[in-house]
């Protein structure tokens, strides 16, 4: 299947931030020719599928590194409430009563949500039917990190079935649908793992070579406590215990100091930063101005939409680049192409993807079009477009998404999950409960 799209604004998001008019080829699920101009009589003659992209800008699929998308019905249930209560009062009774259906309809609802607002790849941390989860999202066509999410408050032999289902699915699932599937270990957070566990899904991660994802420094009073239970901050704890021998990305790092930060940019550990869930649970923010100073890789997550509460990767770039403004009293802290970078490349890099990256030949062909003849991103050039997509754009202006060459939405129609049935399977749960 030969793909070409031509006429296009093409927002390469390379080390010169290039923007030009032209056309991609795409062929085997890989960019083959990203070049400037039109293509040549023969080559469009070739072609199986043809887009005239005139007036669209056409740039990579943005990369969600952290959610729980089997908790999507919990949106708007027990908002403004702290975390601590608000997971034990909330989340998980809820989740204890979720059936299988339940999960499978509020998953599928959160990829609908993700496609229409132009996520290509996403990151799923979740405990419940992790093989299903698995089989939704070859079915939608979308790339995806699964990760079954295991707390280690629980008798040695519980531990030891979640790491077992961990490492299952793995074997079940990683490099499935053409490599569009790929398996982590994800032990929740320091605070519901005891050190004995986490040096068992170490041991499973260096076994298996599997990588680790797991929530770190979200809010003040668990990092406080953490520091009275082992005179250690959890970054330090964490890197003792040996995480961070295999690659490694923690969400949130909210109450980091620098010498944590430093441990982490050490590591080659990866920050998923979810800055929207982070203020609404009121947590803090994240300084990742700072972090990213010292190396560290930053990429950006929307967290569940039961903290969020939407899934929209272009709100959650622009509370990044605001807040960060804010919190440093100094607008010169985020710059739009440096915020888009974090969404797309920082993002495959922390999901450990290789080929999924910038718009270049030999990557995986992972984009999206954006229709910018609307009035809020109007008027354009392209010296300003990178400023639009952060600060101006809309989710509903992104018109056609790309995974690894396959067209899963067409002119906002999806292409192979069945959008009206998804919402109104959700909505039904909702009314009979
Ligand atoms: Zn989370």
Request: aromatic share 6%.
């Amino acid at each position: 299947m030969k793909t070409v799209i031509h006429s296009v604004t093409i927002i390469t998001l390379n080390q010169n931030n290039d923007i030009f008019n032209g056309h991609v080829v795409v062929e085997d699920g890989k960019f083959k020719e990203v070049k400037k101009g039109a293509p040549d009589e023969k080559k469009l003659n070739q072609a199986d599928y043809k887009i005239n992209g005139q007036g669209k800008w056409l740039l990579p699929g943005f990369v969600n590194t952290h959610g729980h998308l089997g908790s999507s019905l919990l949106r708007g249930a027990g908002d403004d409430i702290p975390l601590m209560t608000w997971l034990k009062t909330v989340m998980w009774p809820n989740e204890q009563k979720f059936t299988q259906e339940d999960v499978k309809i509020a998953s599928s609802l959160a990829m609908v949500e993700m496609i229409k607002s132009g996520t290509t790849t996403f990151l799923d941390m979740y405990h419940l039917h992790m093989e299903q989860m698995a089989e939704l999202t070859i079915e939608s066509q979308m790339r995806g990190v699964l990760c079954r999410g295991m707390i280690g408050l629980c008798p040695e032999e519980e531990q030891r079935e979640k790491l077992n289902e961990s490492i299952f699915l793995h074997q079940s699932f990683h490099g499935e649908n053409d490599g569009k599937i790929s398996v982590a270990l994800a032990p929740h957070a320091p605070y519901t793992c005891p050190p004995s566990f986490l040096e068992k899904v170490v041991d499973a991660a260096v076994k298996h070579k599997m990588w680790i994802h797991t929530h770190v420094a979200e809010t003040a009073s668990e990092v406080k406590e953490h520091q009275e239970n082992y005179q250690m901050s959890q970054v330090k704890h964490l890197e003792n215990i040996g995480l961070f021998k295999v690659p490694c990305l923690i969400a949130h790092g909210v109450h980091l100091d620098e010498h944590d930060m430093n441990i982490l940019a050490e590591n080659n550990v990866s920050v998923s930063h979810n800055p929207m869930s982070n203020l609404k649970l009121g947590s803090g923010i994240a300084d990742i101005k700072k972090m990213i100073s010292l190396g560290i890789n930053v990429s950006i997550g929307t967290d569940s939409t039961a903290s969020n509460n939407n899934l929209s990767m272009v709100e959650e770039m622009r509370f990044a680049a605001l807040i960060q403004k804010g919190l440093h009293q100094d607008p010169t802290v985020t710059k739009s192409d440096e915020i888009l970078k974090m969404a797309t490349e920082n993002g495959s890099k922390s999901l450990q993807l290789k080929g999924v990256d910038i718009i270049k030949e030999g990557s995986y062909a992972d984009f999206i079009l954006i229709s910018p003849d609307i009035a809020h991103l109007t008027p354009w050039n392209n010296e300003r477009i990178h400023s639009h997509i952060v600060y101006s754009s809309e989710s509903h202006d992104i018109t056609d998404v790309f995974v690894q060459g396959k067209q899963i939405m067409k002119d906002r129609k999806l292409l192979y999950l069945d959008e009206e049935k998804i919402i109104f399977n959700a909505q039904n749960l909702l009314n009979h409960c």
